[in-house]
Nanobody
Framework: VQLVESGGGFVQAGGSLTLSCAAS????????IGWFRQAPGKAREGVAC????????AYADSVKDRFTISHDYAKRTVILQMRDLRVDDTAVYYC??????????????????????WGQGTQVTVSS
């Protein structure tokens, strides 16, 4: 499984960025792709996830209504559109893959536990 993130960078508060996760090397049946972030000195947290079986998505409360996750099946890429960025959105953002073996709600995939493959991360820095 290979996951490659891109699109990070510097942006002023209130601005927008779009992150991409190019995914390959796994069977494209029932799976989840999650976006996580880790700020310095803090635990990694889930921000958004996508589940292929029903195209359902889930978001952390901290990013709801500001971030949008979508899947380009043709390009095998999962996109995270981020708008109205805040200083506390500054973090390294990772995408991750999980094979789905549960009937749990999509929000279950905001947790790190289900994921066994991770990208290298891309830095997002929001300045005030």
């Amino acid at each position: 499984v290979q996951l490659v993130e891109s699109g990070g960078g510097f942006v002023q508060a209130g601005g927008s960025l779009t992150l991409s996760c190019a995914a390959s090397g796994f069977p494209f049946d029932d799976y989840a792709i999650g976006w996580f972030r880790q700020a310095p000195g803090k635990a990694r947290e889930g921000v958004a996830c996508f589940r292929s079986s029903d195209n359902s998505v889930a978001y952390a409360d901290s990013v709801k209504d500001r971030f949008t996750i979508s899947h380009d099946y043709a390009k095998r890429t999962v996109i995270l559109q981020m708008r109205d960025l805040r200083v506390d959105d500054t973090a390294v953002y990772y995408c991750a893959y999980a094979q789905v073996r549960t009937y749990a709600a999509t929000s279950y995939f905001l947790r790190m536990g289900p994921y066994n493959s991770w990208g290298q991360g891309t830095q997002v820095t929001v300045s005030s």
